[in-house]
């Protein structure tokens, strides 16, 4: 006789067991274990619910690597990357990251044989590496000040900066003054600048790719503006270029375009990892033109971790696998590796944009050439928003964000595609196929801006 005969089977159904007859609570510890498997598929169906990571254009942030980066990233969570003096391997890697994208942006004083004369450090993204950037020039505004109590730095930027920099100006009791775009004019200019700065002006903040269309300011020109007001008036003010979108990108599609540290008046730059270097979040950097330009007033010393460890970062602990995928993008890609990268992408954002501008429904504000992301906005007043055709592309499972720009040009609604590693030209022609299908039906049923306030803005 068989030993199992006489018994009952054991029987563990998938979705007819515990799952389904004792739902979990959700809003404090259930009061008894559960198995992993059980765990694990309660995690996994709720996340189904998200949208597609891949189908995300609105998203700067990188949504899929190599199954090696992958990997490497799995097998080093565990690793408290603060902790240097436990994983040497780790911190050196960490420091050759830093090395690599100050030799990327033209730092000052780099020497092959000393990784400690890149004067930078890896956070996390580039909210982080703002406020460090932030402090380094509020604090360098007191240095140049002996009187600075009692007065109030201010920071000049425009209304087009992302959000980061209106925390770091309310955090850190610092006078935003922003300057306010115009229909058809999304970047501040070298004029609106040097009519704002004065001599509690702590700095200047330019973006390489902004957030809202994916353009370069003009860097170089306000650099130029700022120094002749330093001639000519004894005001010395330093610029901070937020690199978050482009700092990957620039440098290989437009080489000679002169924006990081070949421009004399630039202190600081931050640049995103997790959005064009290619990893996933969250990764970004932040590096200074020199020694001098980070006080020293701002760098901490601790022991208790084994060693002498000086650290200037806002978050302490955090784990080194985000470094690691940076590191392997580095090695994997190389120059000629992102440069294809990026040429690849920009080739495909191009080509999304011609067809836009081909479209007898669109105008198009940004075509992809200066990073791969393409802006646009309805022609005339077709009888529905950019709103309503955002939420009609949500049913085909393609997240496209629709939003109004900032102080200056608030009426200017705006529809954005990023074009990102993962969006192939294949995925470009479905979207491309997939809205003159949703334009078609919305030009029959004319919603009349039906969705204009579902949808917020998308960083």
Not at 104 to 122: C, T, W
Not at 130 to 152: C, F, I, P, Y
Not at 446 to 451: C, L, Q, S, T, V
């Amino acid at each position: 006789m068989s030993p199992m005969h006489g018994r009952a089977p054991q029987i563990a159904p998938a979705y007819t067991g515990r799952l389904a007859m004792a739902p979990v609570p959700s809003l404090r510890l259930p009061d008894e274990a559960m198995d992993p498997q059980t765990a694990y598929r309660f995690i996994h169906d709720e996340l189904m619910l998200d949208g597609s990571s891949r189908l995300n254009l609105a998203t700067f942030v990188t949504t899929w690597m190599d199954p090696e980066a992958e990997k490497l990233m799995a097998e080093t969570f565990d690793k408290n990357m603060i902790d240097k003096d436990e994983y040497p391997a780790t911190a050196a890697i960490e420091q050759r990251c830093v090395c690599m994208v100050a030799d990327l942006f033209h730092a000052e004083d780099l020497r092959d044989d000393d990784p400690q004369s890149a004067v930078g450090v890896s956070t996390i993204g580039s909210s982080e590496a703002v406020m460090l950037a932030g402090l380094a020039m509020k604090w360098r505004w007191r240095q140049r000040n002996s009187n600075w109590q009692g007065r109030t730095p201010n920071l000049v930027l425009g209304s087009n900066v992302q959000v980061v920099w209106e925390k770091f100006c309310r955090y850190f009791d610092v006078e935003p003054r922003y300057l306010p775009m115009a229909e058809g004019r999304y970047v501040i200019t070298p004029e609106q600048v040097l009519e704002n700065v004065d001599e509690d002006t702590i700095g200047v903040v330019a973006i390489l790719g902004t957030t809202y269309t994916g353009e370069l300011e003009p860097i170089a020109e306000i650099c130029a503006a700022l120094d002749g007001l330093a001639a000519n008036k004894g005001l010395d003010i330093p610029v901070h270029v937020d690199a978050a979108s482009g700092g990957f990108v620039v440098p290989f599609l437009h080489p000679d375009l002169e924006w990081d540290f070949r421009l004399p008046r630039v202190v600081s730059i931050n640049v995103s990892g997790h959005k064009y270097g290619l990893t996933y979040p969250g990764i970004g950097f932040v590096l200074w033109r020199n020694a001098e330009q980070l006080p020293e007033e701002l760098v901490f010393r601790v022991n208790y971790l084994g060693g002498d460890m000086p650290t200037f970062t806002l978050n302490f602990s955090r784990p080194g696998n985000q470094v690691i995928g940076q590191y392997y993008n580095f090695l994997r890609l190389g120059r000629a590796g992102y440069g294809q990268v990026m040429q690849c992408l920009a080739q495909t954002a191009r080509w999304l944009g011609d067809r836009l501008r081909d479209s007898e429904h669109f105008e198009l504000i940004t075509d992809g050439s200066a990073i791969p992301v393409v802006s646009f906005r309805l022609k005339g007043n077709p009888g529905y928003t950019e709103f309503d055709v955002s939420q009609a592309l949500r049913g085909y499972g393609w997240q496209v964000p629709a939003y109004t720009m900032p102080e200056g040009a608030e009426d200017v609604t705006v529809l954005r595609v990023v074009v990102r590693e993962g969006f192939s030209a294949d995925l470009a022609r479905a979207l491309h196929d997939d809205m003159v299908t949703v334009l078609k039906h919305l030009d029959e049923l004319k919603p009349g801006g039906h969705f204009d306030d579902t949808q917020p803005f998308a960083h």
